[in-house]
């Protein structure tokens, strides 16, 4: 079904193949996959009395499950709660790049990438503008990466290219456009540069780029200052694998299943009158209750209504297509209908194991792959231009420096379990088998403690 309703979504076959994929997911996502669709679901019959099929409307009830999945997983992963910490050896560099990210609202942005990125890819674009730190993220649809050759994980260069009406590149300060008309946008990014091009009009093939030398600017960062993340592992070298993917056709079916059921219940709520030969008289026949119907002795009439049977099988239908669905994408099962009492950390991690798994793999692509590797590029940018944050200047960064990420437990531990895992630190600390600054950094998420090293210090200047 979902590569049926696929094949109602316009192709510009001047884009990359991968476009159309992944504009069809993002469609998924943002619950518009079935605005092609010509009619609408109560459509049953068209201008000339014939039957439409249910393919070709669009359902009344959308059940954003795929939705559901992407937030839950991303919620998990980057919430107020659940943000890594940079772990570094150095704590002064820590805590510049701590002050970076939280002055560029990284955690904001990360949440941004990881939904738009669910689809299969996301960019994020790192710019130093008058000293200070941005992070902004790009839908991967409209941009090409180039890979370098003898460095594979490394950018060369990557081109973002799609079309725009002429209103809004007057809007954006653009001369000399039909404000009817439709443009190609395109700009690059290189190891140098970044370099942005006049629009030209679609409709002339003869058309050549040519370069904005207003817009252009050269960065000089000696890297391409884009982070590219694949969302799972999978995919086809560009895109990494679609978070909901599995649950696609799954949806569609709840989607016209709880349509049919609506209609059904819209149906009974106004039942079909039918009335058998010889009918009584010429006149129009009026139903309801203050309007007898009066038939011959060989005549009958009747109300076709549906049951409620069916709208309950229906729906028994449903939820097990939605437990499907879930198990395949590793989704949230969990019913809070279920839970009678408050339930540990831990028990929380059994019963949502299946999404904690997925949030996992995600880390790996959006931590490693993505959080880290702007640190770096935080860094690197250090050597070339005088940073400042919080209105201080950042000396340059040492390079040398190994990162890590800290990430805090899935869920808050209870009483009963916070002070269970104090003892049991304190006990190994005791033991001479975990240093003090083990000790902290183990119970630092649970604690909200974000600097190890002030804590420590603290805890040294209370004994004292």
Same mark, same amino acid.
């Given at each position: ?8 979504? %316009? ?8 476009? +159309?994929?992944? =504009?069809?997911? @993002? $469609? ?9 669709? %010509? ?10 009395? =014939? ?33 890594? +910490? ?8 820590? @805590? ?8 560029? $609202? ?9 939904? @738009? ?6 960019? *994020? ?6 000293? @200070? ?20 994980? =490394? ?23 039909? /404000? ?17 091009? &006049? %629009? ?8 050549? /780029? ?13 890297? *391409? ?19 909901? $993917? ?10 016209? !299943?709880?349509? !049919? ?19 009584? #008289? ?28 069916? +709208? ?9 297509? $939605?437990?499907?669905? &879930? ?12 839970? #009678? ?5 831990? +028990?929380?991690?059994?019963?949502? !194991? ?7 793999n995600l880390r790996i692509s959006y931590g490693e792959g993505g959080i880290l590797a702007l640190a770096k590029m935080v860094m690197r940018a250090s050597q070339i231009f005088p940073l400042t944050v919080r209105g201080e200047a950042v000396p340059p960064l040492d390079m040398s420096q190994r990162l890590s990420l800290r990430w805090p437990r899935w869920y808050p531990l209870s009483a009963d379990d916070r002070l269970k895992e104090a003892q049991a630190v304190a006990a190994l600390v005791n033991a001479g088998q975990m240093s003090r600054e083990a000790g902290v950094k183990a119970t630092a998420a649970m604690n909200d403690i974000g600097d190890v090293e002030a804590e420590l210090n603290a805890i040294n200047e209370s004994a004292a």
């Amino acid at each position: 079904m979902f590569d049926t309703i696929c094949g109602t979504i %316009p192709v510009d076959g001047a884009m990359p193949a991968r476009a +159309a994929r992944l =504009e069809a997911l @993002r $469609r998924v996502l943002d619950g518009t996959l079935y605005d092609n669709l %010509p009619y609408q679901f109560h459509e049953e019959r068209n201008g000339a009395g =014939e039957y439409i099929p249910l393919r070709l409307r669009k359902p009344s009830v959308r059940y954003g499950l795929c939705r559901v999945v992407v937030e839950d997983s991303v919620a998990l992963l980057f919430s107020a709660g659940h943000f890594p +910490a940079v772990d570094v050896q150095d704590v002064a560099l820590g @805590r510049v790049l701590a002050d970076v990210f939280a002055e560029a $609202r990284l955690n904001e942005v990360m949440i941004d990438a990881a939904l @738009r990125g669910a689809v299969g890819s996301v960019a *994020v674009l790192f710019r130093v503008l008058g000293g @200070r730190v941005f992070f902004s993220v790009l839908e991967s649809l409209n941009l090409t990466p180039v890979w370098n050759a003898e460095v594979p994980d =490394e950018l060369a260069r990557v081109t973002e290219k799609y079309k725009v009406s002429g209103v809004d590149l007057a809007a954006q300060g653009y001369e000399d456009v039909d /404000p009817v008309g439709l443009y190609w946008f395109q700009r690059a990014w290189d190891t140098q540069s970044e370099t942005w091009f &006049l %629009p030209w009009p679609v409709d002339d093939a003869l058309a050549r /780029p040519m370069v904005d030398e207003s817009r252009s600017v050269a960065h000089g960062l000696g890297f *391409v200052p884009i982070v590219w993340i694949k969302n799972l592992p999978g995919g086809d070298g560009v895109d990494g694998a679609c978070t909901f $993917r599995c649950a696609i056709d799954t949806n569609i079916e709840i989607d016209y !299943q709880l349509s !049919q059921a609506g209609r059904g219940l819209k149906y009974s709520s106004d039942p079909t009158l039918l009335i058998k030969e010889p009918a009584t #008289s010429d006149s129009e026949i009026v139903k309801g209750a203050g309007n007898a119907l009066v038939v011959s002795e060989k005549g009958d009439a009747k109300l076709l209504e549906i049951g409620g049977t069916a +709208a309950e099988a229906v729906i028994s239908y449903v939820r097990t297509l $939605r437990e499907f669905a &879930l198990e395949s994408v590793h989704g949230n099962r969990a019913s809070a209908e279920k839970l #009678s009492a408050p339930q540990s950390g831990r +028990a929380l991690e059994l019963m949502n !194991q299946g999404l904690i798994w997925l949030a996992d793999n995600l880390r790996i692509s959006y931590g490693e792959g993505g959080i880290l590797a702007l640190a770096k590029m935080v860094m690197r940018a250090s050597q070339i231009f005088p940073l400042t944050v919080r209105g201080e200047a950042v000396p340059p960064l040492d390079m040398s420096q190994r990162l890590s990420l800290r990430w805090p437990r899935w869920y808050p531990l209870s009483a009963d379990d916070r002070l269970k895992e104090a003892q049991a630190v304190a006990a190994l600390v005791n033991a001479g088998q975990m240093s003090r600054e083990a000790g902290v950094k183990a119970t630092a998420a649970m604690n909200d403690i974000g600097d190890v090293e002030a804590e420590l210090n603290a805890i040294n200047e209370s004994a004292a």
